[in-house]
């Protein structure tokens, strides 16, 4: 008689056709995905892109062309955060401070809506994503410049560090700033006062 975990992965398996979910996490009732394979062919799939795409594609129907003259017109996601917010709570966008693209409704100008190289739908490399638009930030040493004069690491180097507060999340500029609000100035994490060195390093 087989152990039980050996026979995790059939009971896995049974588990996911019983949810509708495919190998790979696409939903296997999506239709959409039957065209629209590559949308999310990459290891970081939006949840609601793999059940399905009308969500936010809203005249999109599946079997229908929906991409010439004449075709029922594809919705398309805008800079507006409405789409976005049909599911994300927008209290978790709202604070004393809040980052000028989330303010703005800029959502995609961060994250792609389907699928993403990188965690959270983020559309570059974390730390180069922030140094893009902060590029002044790069250009001198960043809060202490220590004895090496070098300042803090941003995080986009090659090497990437282990976040020291959130384990298993990269070390950059997520790891002290909030990418969204905060109830402190430069969408800081924490109080001011208390982001001293000690919060991560043990002197």
Same mark, same amino acid.
């Given at each position: 008689?087989? =152990?039980?975990?050996?026979?995790?992965?059939?009971?896995?398996?049974?588990?996911?056709?019983?949810?509708? +979910?495919?190998?790979?996490?696409?939903?296997? @009732?999506?239709?959409?995905?039957?065209?629209?394979?590559?949308?999310?062919?990459?290891?970081?799939?939006?949840?609601?892109?793999?059940?399905?795409?009308?969500?936010? $594609?809203?005249?999109?129907?599946?079997?229908?062309? $929906?991409? *010439?003259? *004449?075709?029922?017109?594809? +919705?398309?996601? @805008?800079?507006?955060?409405?789409?976005?917010?049909?599911?994300?709570? /927008?209290? /978790? %966008?709202?604070?004393?401070?809040?980052?000028? !693209?989330?303010?703005?409704?800029?959502?995609?100008?961060?994250?792609?809506?389907?699928?993403?190289?990188?965690?959270?739908?983020?559309?570059?490399? !974390?730390?180069?994503?922030?140094? @893009?638009?902060?590029?002044?930030?790069?250009?001198?040493?960043?809060?202490?410049?220590? %004895?090496?004069?070098?300042?803090?690491?941003?995080?986009?180097?090659?090497?990437?560090?282990?976040?020291?507060? =959130?384990?298993?999340?990269?070390?950059?500029?997520?790891?002290?700033?909030?990418?969204?609000?905060?109830? %402190? =100035?430069?969408?800081?994490?924490?109080?001011?006062?208390?982001?001293?060195?000690?919060?991560?390093?043990?002197?």
């Amino acid at each position: 008689m087989k =152990r039980v975990h050996d026979l995790l992965p059939v009971i896995i398996g049974l588990g996911l056709l019983a949810l509708g +979910a495919a190998p790979g996490g696409r939903a296997a @009732d999506n239709p959409c995905l039957e065209c629209h394979a590559k949308v999310v062919d990459k290891p970081v799939v939006h949840a609601a892109t793999e059940r399905s795409c009308t969500k936010c $594609h809203r005249d999109a129907k599946a079997g229908v062309a $929906h991409d *010439g003259p *004449g075709n029922p017109p594809l +919705a398309k996601l @805008d800079d507006s955060p409405k789409r976005c917010l049909t599911c994300h709570d /927008e209290a /978790e %966008f709202a604070g004393k401070f809040t980052h000028a !693209p989330v303010a703005e409704g800029k959502c995609l100008g961060c994250h792609d809506p389907h699928a993403s190289d990188y965690p959270g739908l983020l559309k570059a490399k !974390p730390a180069t994503l922030c140094l @893009d638009c902060h590029e002044s930030v790069k250009k001198g040493p960043h809060m202490v410049s220590g %004895f090496s004069r070098r300042g803090h690491p941003l995080g986009d180097g090659d090497t990437q560090a282990e976040d020291p507060l =959130r384990p298993g999340n990269p070390f950059y500029c997520v790891a002290c700033h909030e990418p969204h609000r905060s109830e %402190f =100035r430069s969408l800081l994490r924490w109080d001011p006062a208390q982001m001293t060195c000690q919060k991560c390093h043990q002197m």
